[in-house]
């Protein structure tokens, strides 16, 4: 079990004391701004990043900034990144050189900058030389203290640094103002132990702490009763909840314990490592209702040969049995995953038994990549697979996945799904089924937020369109 190295509540105070700080030297210079100050808040990568976002959305709203979608509009820029592959830094890069145009004729602009790119000593470097209009640079660790960050540069008018190279413990009770009020993501475990050898996360998020199960309860139940419709319980490998606390409380426990929570509500989570699902997790999804029959099941490559080089800790034939099991348990179960092609040592017929796989499986949709060297990771050392060849056999397996993935959508025609509506537009409502597709069908905007059942009528390729059945 973690131990802390700092009081919480002091952090919490230090965080609250910095923001009306901040908020009371933003009225002073309301005239520089010749307006209510504005911010521009951009995130990429993993729904890790998004949430931390919606803490750094709110800080900047106590601290009396209002959004804009508008960077020239923007009085304060912040970009929340990524490191997960080299695109994903390219565009920050490319971001940051655009800004510097902006900067020249808005010199009170602030550009503030966080997220796993900048636990990585390199990219620091390089923002540190190349690009000095940037003002503020923290990491994940120290998310946090941002608001003291923001206060430090904004008295001292100097390039402020903080980046901690691992956590000091979990900060809990930041103030979370969600976008969209009826969907909840919760943090149940932080960082990483699984060392997939492709992957940079241990090294940009730490190693793998839980949460207490009291402070993740009384966090989901304030949600609920705040009216919160979905709960996405968020993880690195959420199947291995608990691994490191001192006594016997496992994920099983912890979805059986919030599904039983009395409120009207579904129940996500994401992501859990194929390797630590257990019985109890699977039975947990069949017998509570509240648990979306809808599992994402990162299997990142299709032959034991690539999946051992990728050290992910299980064989094809054991991902197949789990998928079987799954299957065999849960009725009308919808299974996604993730896919790396191009790994060192892949050959064309792994490809082939990934396409054999995909096949077998019949995944509901997938999130497709290619691989990305990563500096500091075990496979940077192996031998690299030419771009040409990696970007043929993306092609030639997006190809079969697609197939699979328009084929099952079009199954769908006739069937009625219970949806929950994200957004209104122009007369038409979008919103995530419970097996996890996308819908949209016609309605008001008094329907955001509240669960729906809709006839799908019009399967499209990707998505699913449908009428509204009246209850
Ligand atoms: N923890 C999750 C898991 O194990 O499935 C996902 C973490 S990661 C943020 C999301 C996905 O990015 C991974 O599942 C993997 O498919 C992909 N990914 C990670 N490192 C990559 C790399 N170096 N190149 C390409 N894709 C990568
Ligand atoms: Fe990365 Fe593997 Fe951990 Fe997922 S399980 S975050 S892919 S190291």
Request: proline share 3%.
């Amino acid at each position: 079990m973690l131990i802390d190295e700092f009081d919480i509540n002091e952090v919490i105070i230090e965080n609250q004391k910095a923001i009306n700080e901040v908020r009371n030297i933003i009225i002073e210079n309301e005239h520089i701004y010749g307006k209510k100050p504005k911010f521009f808040l951009k995130t990429y990568g993993c729904q890790m990043n998004e949430h931390d976002s919606e803490k750094l959305y709110s800080m900047l709203r106590m601290a009396g900034f209002e959004e804009t979608t508008s960077l020239e509009d923007a009085d304060l820029v912040l970009y929340n990144t990524c490191t997960i592959r080299a695109n994903a830094e390219n565009k920050i890069y490319g971001n940051l050189g655009h800004l510097k145009a902006i900067k020249r004729n808005k010199k009170h602009m602030i550009i503030a900058i966080c997220g796993c790119m900048m636990q990585r000593e390199h990219a620091v470097e390089r923002i540190k030389t190349t690009y000095k209009h940037v003002n503020i640079v923290f990491g994940t660790h120290n998310l946090h203290d941002f608001p003291n960050l923001l206060l430090k540069y904004l008295k001292e008018k100097k390039m402020v640094i903080d980046v901690w190279k691992k956590s000091k413990g979990i900060v809990e009770g930041i103030k979370v103002v969600r976008k969209k009020p009826h969907k909840a993501f919760i943090n149940i475990t932080y960082g990483c132990n699984n060392w997939c050898t492709y992957c940079i996360v241990p090294l940009t998020r730490g190693r793998e702490r839980s949460r207490p199960k009291d402070s993740i309860l009384k966090e989901v139940t304030m949600f609920l009763r705040q009216g919160v419709k979905e709960i996405i319980l968020l993880g690195q490998n959420v199947n291995s909840y608990g691994n490191d606390f001192d006594y016997d409380y496992k994920f099983g426990d912890l979805l059986k314990d919030v599904a039983s929570l009395d409120f009207d509500f579904r129940l996500n989570f994401m992501t859990p490592h194929p390797k630590d699902f257990s019985d109890d997790v699977i039975d947990a999804i069949r017998d509570y209702d509240k648990i979306n029959k809808y599992v994402h099941l990162p299997v990142q490559a299709g032959s034991t040969k690539v999946l051992k080089k990728m050290n992910r800790s299980y064989t094809r034939e054991e991902y197949v049995t789990l998928v079987d099991k799954l299957k065999a348990k849960i009725k009308d179960l919808s299974i996604s995953t993730d896919i790396i092609i191009g790994f060192p040592s892949e050959e064309e017929e792994d490809v082939d038994m990934l396409i054999d796989l995909i096949k077998y499986v019949e995944y509901d949709t997938a999130f497709t990549f290619i691989y990305s060297v990563r500096e500091g990771t075990p496979a940077e050392k192996f031998e690299q697979i030419p771009e040409d060849v990696k970007h043929k056999r993306f092609d030639r397996m997006l190809a079969a996945l697609n197939e699979i993935v328009i084929r099952k959508n079009a199954e769908m025609k006739g069937k009625t799904v219970r949806v929950l509506v994200d957004s209104y537009s122009n007369g038409m409502l979008t919103g995530r089924s419970d097996c996890n597709r996308n819908v949209t069908f016609e309605g008001d905007e008094s329907m955001v937020g509240t669960f729906k059942k809709v006839l799908i009528t019009r399967p499209k390729k990707f998505s699913l369109s449908g009428t509204l059945v009246e209850e």
